[in-house]
């Protein structure tokens, strides 16, 4: 059985992890608002569970290594804010999961991009896959980043 706040996060955790590597290397602003969408506060301006629950998860990947940010912009999101090497380098690897077959006719550079864990993040997000972006979130933080072999650089099928 799955639980909805478990489903929740790691879709806010594939959203944010795609808004800051589209942006990267730039640090930049990041609002819950942008992940989202619009919430709104109840009559004594609290925000909404799910708004902090997305905030949360915002904290929760800076206070584990994947982002770093300056501060936070009250109870809207974090102000600075950059992917961190550890997650580059998780996020651009090849991923082991693989929901679709690439064309043998494209380019060994494209055949990487595409077999990347970003890419396949970027498609499942597109399609809104939720199974397939549940999947890839957690296969991703249940990544640590390793050495570059220089072997992964060979086209896809030439190891």
Same mark, same amino acid.
């Not at 930049?28 to 969408?37: K, S």
């Not at 950059?82 to 998780?90: D, M």
């Given at each position: 059985?799955?639980?909805?706040?478990?489903?929740?996060?790691?879709?806010?955790?594939?959203?944010?992890?795609?808004?800051?590597?589209?942006?990267?290397?730039?640090?930049?602003?990041?609002?819950?608002?942008?992940?989202?969408?619009?919430?709104?506060?109840?009559?004594?301006?609290?925000?909404?569970?799910?708004?902090?629950?997305?905030?949360?998860?915002?904290?929760?990947?800076?206070?584990?290594?994947?982002?770093?940010?300056?501060?936070?912009?009250?109870?809207?999101?974090?102000?600075?804010?950059? $992917?961190?090497?550890?997650?580059?380098?998780?996020?651009?690897?090849?991923?082991?999961?693989?929901?679709?077959?690439?064309?043998?006719? $494209?380019?060994?550079?494209?055949?990487?991009?595409?077999?990347?864990?970003?890419?396949?993040?970027?498609?499942?997000?597109?399609?809104?896959?939720?199974?397939?972006?549940?999947?890839?979130?957690?296969? $991703? $933080?249940?990544?640590?980043?390793?050495?570059?072999?220089?072997?992964?650089?060979?086209?896809?099928?030439?190891?």
């Amino acid at each position: 059985m799955s639980h909805l706040h478990i489903d929740d996060f790691t879709h806010d955790v594939a959203r944010i992890l795609m808004q800051s590597y589209m942006s990267f290397p730039r640090p930049g602003a990041f609002y819950v608002e942008d992940i989202i969408g619009p919430t709104e506060v109840d009559d004594v301006g609290l925000h909404s569970t799910r708004h902090m629950s997305c905030l949360g998860a915002m904290l929760w990947l800076a206070e584990e290594g994947y982002l770093r940010y300056q501060a936070t912009i009250f109870q809207e999101g974090l102000e600075q804010a950059v $992917l961190s090497n550890r997650a580059f380098v998780l996020l651009t690897a090849l991923s082991d999961l693989r929901f679709e077959d690439t064309d043998p006719q $494209l380019p060994a550079t494209v055949q990487l991009e595409i077999a990347t864990v970003a890419e396949q993040l970027i498609q499942a997000i597109r399609a809104e896959d939720s199974a397939r972006t549940t999947a890839l979130v957690r296969y $991703l $933080l249940s990544r640590s980043p390793q050495p570059v072999d220089k072997d992964e650089f060979a086209p896809i099928g030439a190891k």
